[in-house]
């Protein structure tokens, strides 16, 4: 695969976001080249999520613009790889002609393969299989593969110094209105020593940031050696990597916080004060609906379970407004939510109906386009608002930050991936990012402080995977903007 230029354009959550990094280390493994500019490429991939219609209708909409490309160049090969590949199976090259190569996300290993098919003018596809009430055995071999991956990878995350670990994979919690079961298939958490060998190669690869991920990451649970792990015991030994200045994990359902795991951010110095929790809603009716399984004072009581072991500690949320049958007043029940916690940040969203879910089968799409549009603003206005007011608080104050790299948007208060935006972007080192130029002198780079909060300061490039003192100087709703501190 000598001649093979590869461009991945990445859509959605963290674990895509992973994704990303073992298809581009499986590709380099193999002897291709991956190319940050598409027009270079003649192997474009397409890795999204299929959680939201908005990410995918993008996913669809960008492949239809490549026709012309195609009949200009024969050869180039269209692979979509990940939750829509899975979803739609074989049945999505019906919907987009133009996909050559579909690959799941439990067989990313097997991608060459797939695209020297492809190349020979033979679409290709590989699929997970399908999830059985007898559980995950059917799985083994795709999680072996990509633990083989994970396991001997560089360090190449989404920035410098910092690395995501899967923990978990799959989920079993069946919201009505989440394809992820079916796509992802059942739970399986990793055993801890593969966990923690992984974690440690890539602490002395230069790791200093971690974060742990999972669809429920804070449901994991394994036996190894008689020794029985939840989430708590992984987070207290993967904190005793040498040079470990940050650890984080991700996503967390309200249902399995528990006071062991709120310890953890009073015991552990090097895990990170803050929390993303989805509540979804505010409404015990949209709750109940949902399939979520704790009410709005059930979630309320982890809040205050974690911010009485460590009253710092940002929570983060995500919304879904105009789920079917949610009225004003289940609405006015969010605001009023996220009023009393005050979230650091939230991830709003406009329902739309998914095939195969609960909710598309049983529930009638009922809140009207513009009404789902207007609860979106009201919803985003308000977290925006609290943001605000908490950032400019900071003002004054020095935090220590870890450099992620060159700002993309230099000098702009608005960036494409901070909680609180309403819209999918694509995400990480491989989707088209502006960035700063060049890799010495001073630029403005961008940072995150321990709460998650992007800070952005003028600095050399090569401070990214750094932790720096920075001094706050102005804040907008989604950005601090900073000084750096220097000795003397």
């Not at 000598?2 to 354009?9: E, G, S």
């Not at 799941?104 to 098919?117: K, Y």
């Not at 401070?463 to 220097?486: D, H, Q, Y």
Request: charged content about 25%.
């Amino acid at each position: 695969m000598n001649d093979v230029r590869a461009h991945l354009t990445v859509y959605g959550c963290q674990m895509n976001r992973l994704d990303a990094e073992l298809v581009a280390e499986r590709l380099r493994r193999s002897g291709a080249r991956i190319v940050a500019d598409s027009a270079a490429a003649n192997v474009l991939l397409f890795l999204t999520c299929s959680v939201r219609a908005h990410a995918e209708d993008r996913l669809f909409s960008n492949i239809g613009a490549l026709g012309a490309r195609k009949r200009r160049e024969p050869d180039l090969v269209i692979g979509v790889l990940g939750c829509t590949a899975q979803q739609y199976g074989e049945d999505l090259r019906r919907k987009a002609p133009l996909v050559d190569v579909v690959c799941g996300p439990g067989r990313l290993a097997d991608l060459p393969a797939l695209l020297e098919r492809a190349r020979r003018g033979q679409p290709a596809a590989a699929l997970d299989p399908r999830r059985t009430p007898a559980g995950a055995g059917g799985f083994d071999a795709s999680d072996r593969a990509l633990d083989d991956l994970e396991l001997g990878r560089p360090l190449g995350g989404p920035s410098p110094g910092h690395a995501y670990v899967t923990v978990m994979r799959g989920c079993d919690n069946f919201c009505a209105y989440c394809v992820v079961p079916q796509v992802r298939g059942p739970e399986r958490s990793r055993p801890p020593s593969v966990v923690l060998a992984e974690v440690c190669g890539l602490g002395d690869a230069g790791a200093r940031r971690v974060t742990l991920l999972g669809q429920a990451v804070n449901k994991y649970e394994a036996e190894e050696n008689g020794r029985r792990w939840d989430l708590a015991d992984l987070l207290a030994a993967t904190a005793e990597m040498p040079g470990l200045a940050r650890l984080e994990f991700i996503t967390n359902h309200p249902r399995h916080v528990t006071e062991r795991l709120a310890a953890v951010f009073r015991d552990v110095p090097a895990v990170a004060p803050y929390l993303h929790m989805p509540a979804q809603a505010g409404s015990d009716a949209v709750l109940a609906r949902m399939k979520r399984g704790y009410t709005a004072r059930e979630y309320e009581g982890r809040v205050a379970m974690i911010r009485q072991a460590r009253p710092d500690v940002a929570v983060a949320s995500d919304f879904i407004v105009g789920f079917p049958g949610e009225t004003e007043a289940d609405f006015d029940a969010t605001c009023d939510m996220v009023r009393r916690l005050r979230f650091s940040g939230a991830f709003v969203f406009k329902y739309s109906p998914r095939p195969g879910t609960y909710a598309a089968a049983h529930y009638e799409d009922d809140v009207p386009a513009r009404e789902k549009r207007r609860r979106n603003q009201v919803l985003l206005d308000l977290v925006q608002g609290i943001a605000l007011e908490d950032n400019r608080a900071l003002v004054g104050k020095t935090v220590p930050a870890f450099v992620e790299g060159p700002s993309p948007h230099p000098h702009l208060d608005v960036d494409a991936e901070e909680p609180a935006r309403g819209e999918d972007f694509p995400r990480g080192p491989y989707g088209p990012r502006r960035r700063a130029e060049g890799n010495s002198g001073v630029v403005q780079l961008r940072a995150r402080t321990p709460h998650n909060r992007i800070v952005v300061f003028d600095g050399p490039a090569d401070l990214a995977g750094c932790i720096v003192p920075v001094r706050i100087v102005r804040a907008s709703a989604l950005t601090l903007f900073g000084e750096r501190v220097t000795a003397g």
